[in-house]
């Protein structure tokens, strides 16, 4: 396991608190009602702590039974704040025999990826600009008064309101991108600060609830591409993803849809999928779960905007208006992010490495101004997986030293252009389908 080493008497005397334990016996501790993980080889029970988690009791619910420090720092900016809530949780350590990884996880790529993790501090890619974040916040604020603009001084034809349409799409979308930034506490030092502001962009400008992104986001970067634990892989039976699932629902004879032509309706369907994440979003946030800072912020935006767009369209076309706006911005979204992972490896749980657990879910699309302005910097996305806390402005400098990581390992480290990777989603799909009728009709 990770390593070798002898196997120790679970629950040996020793430790800070008295008690040795073995991997063997922290992976018995992986389920609802009992969770243990280890952090830096201490063990820690987080049995009732994971309701408490401000990042969610899911996400880390995901770590139950296993090595969870690569994790603990890829989300954690201030880890010393941090570990104060860990100190009730401590129930022991492991065993000087046991190995620092569990199960048959590489310890030189994990040695690897942290003496990279320390190069990149070094090289002091985790401080953020603010004036690239101000700049990028006004151009938001200057998409969304142009809109109005628009329509004050040339009133409300098709041809204004298509581009009132677009240019608030675009205003979204690229909002959508800045909440994304504060939501992973990249901006700011401290915690507190991004929690604040990403309130403010996600609610005020965009409608949604920072509590609800959080906790399925999280979810996301924490185990990508891994059923039942990615939220972003599970598309409600409409589409089978990877090469193992489209198995599994061909030989149980599933067939919700005729996914051998999934490659087809996908550009129906995407927006179906995503206004059935929508409406789970405002149900969350109106039904109360959502904390109700979060239901005020969510109330402001749509305040702001029938108070803005009724005098020119009514009320029921100012609904129009932004149901048309939420369609194009899906397509936009869903593209966007799903051309770094739909075409990667999607599967069960394999209990890999961080470093190789996020490269084979994910790959990069070449850089230029647009594509950066574009994706939100998310053609970068395999540096954003590995350091999620990292300022997005700061990838461009990490890749190299990433690519060198990957390289000496072997493991494959992939760059696209964007039209190639629009491409793969569909051929992605393609793949699939024609491997669930293939197991449909003759396994």
Same mark, same amino acid.
């Given at each position: 396991?990770?390593?070798?080493?002898?196997?120790?008497?679970?629950?040996?005397?020793?430790?800070?608190?008295?008690?040795?334990?073995? %991997?063997? #016996?922290?992976?018995?501790?992986?389920?609802?009602? =009992?969770?243990?993980?280890?952090?830096?080889?201490?063990?820690?029970?987080?049995?009732?702590?994971?309701?408490? $988690?401000?990042?969610?009791?899911?996400?880390?619910?995901?770590?139950?039974?296993?090595?969870?420090?690569?994790?603990?720092?890829?989300?954690?900016?201030?880890? #010393?704040?941090?570990?104060?809530?860990?100190?009730?949780?401590?129930?022991?350590?492991?065993?000087p025999s046991e190995p620092n990884l569990d199960r048959q996880k590489n310890a030189i790529i994990v040695q690897d990826f942290r003496a990279l993790r320390e190069q990149v501090e070094k090289a002091d890619l985790f401080r953020s600009d603010p004036l690239f974040f101000c700049l990028y916040l006004g151009h938001i604020l200057l998409l969304e008064a142009l809109s109005l603009f628009l329509l004050w001084n040339w009133g409300t034809g098709w041809t204004q309101t298509l581009l009132c349409a677009v240019i608030l799409t675009t205003a979204q979308s690229q909002a959508g991108w800045?909440?994304? =930034?504060?939501?992973?506490?990249?901006?700011?030092?401290?915690s507190r600060w991004n929690h604040l502001v990403h309130k403010f962009v996600i609610g005020h400008l965009k409608g949604a609830s920072a509590n609800w992104w959080n906790h399925r986001h999280f979810q996301h970067h924490a185990k990508p591409n891994i059923f039942s634990k990615d939220p972003d892989v599970n598309m409600l039976h409409a589409l089978?993803?990877?090469?193992?699932?489209?198995?599994?629902?061909?030989?149980?004879?599933?067939k919700y849809l005729p996914y051998n032509h999934q490659h087809q309706y996908f550009f129906l369907i995407i927006s179906t999928i995503n206004y059935l994440k929508l409406l789970s979003k405002l149900f969350n946030i109106?039904?109360?779960? /959502?904390?109700?800072?979060?239901?005020?912020?969510?109330?402001?935006?749509?305040?702001?905007?029938?108070?803005?767009?009724?005098?020119?369209y009514g009320f029921l076309g100012s609904i129009a208006l932004v149901t048309f706006v939420r369609f194009m911005e899906s397509h %936009?979204?869903?593209?966007?992010?799903?051309? +770094?992972?739909?075409?990667? =490896?999607?599967?069960?749980?394999? $209990?890999?490495?961080?470093?190789?657990?996020? *490269?084979?879910?994910?790959?990069?699309?070449?850089?230029?101004?647009?594509?950066? %302005?574009?994706?939100?910097? *998310?053609?970068?996305?395999? #540096?954003?997986?590995?350091?999620?806390?990292?300022?997005?402005? +700061?990838? %461009?400098?990490?890749?190299?030293?990433?690519?060198?990581?990957?390289?000496?390992?072997?493991?494959?480290?992939?760059?696209?252009?964007?039209?190639?990777?629009?491409?793969?989603?569909?051929?992605? *799909?393609?793949?699939?389908?024609?491997?669930?009728? =293939? /197991?449909?009709? $003759?396994?």
């Open positions: 396991m990770g390593g070798g080493g002898q196997q120790t008497e679970p629950g040996s005397s020793g430790g800070r608190n008295g008690v040795l334990y073995t %991997w063997e #016996e922290v992976q018995k501790h992986c389920h609802k009602m =009992d969770k243990w993980l280890v952090i830096n080889r201490k063990v820690y029970n987080i049995t009732e702590w994971a309701k408490r $988690h401000p990042g969610g009791m899911r996400v880390i619910s995901h770590y139950a039974g296993e090595d969870a420090t690569d994790a603990f720092h890829a989300f954690h900016p201030e880890p #010393e704040f941090v570990r104060k809530f860990l100190k009730p949780l401590l129930i022991g350590e492991l065993a800045l909440q994304h =930034d504060f939501g992973h506490l990249s901006v700011f030092k401290k089978v993803l990877g090469k193992t699932q489209p198995v599994e629902y061909g030989i149980k004879k599933l109106f039904c109360l779960s /959502a904390p109700l800072q979060d239901l005020a912020w969510a109330l402001s935006y749509y305040l702001r905007y029938f108070y803005c767009y009724v005098p020119y %936009w979204f869903v593209w966007v992010t799903q051309m +770094n992972h739909i075409p990667m =490896d999607i599967d069960h749980e394999k $209990h890999q490495d961080w470093l190789t657990m996020q *490269l084979v879910a994910t790959c990069n699309i070449e850089q230029s101004f647009f594509n950066d %302005w574009f994706s939100g910097h *998310l053609n970068f996305q395999i #540096e954003h997986h590995l350091f999620p806390t990292m300022p997005r402005h +700061n990838y %461009w400098r990490a890749a190299p030293m990433v690519r060198a990581v990957c390289e000496k390992h072997g493991i494959p480290y992939q760059v696209k252009s964007l039209w190639r990777g629009f491409a793969d989603i569909v051929s992605s *799909l393609k793949e699939s389908g024609d491997l669930w009728l =293939d /197991a449909y009709l $003759h396994k």
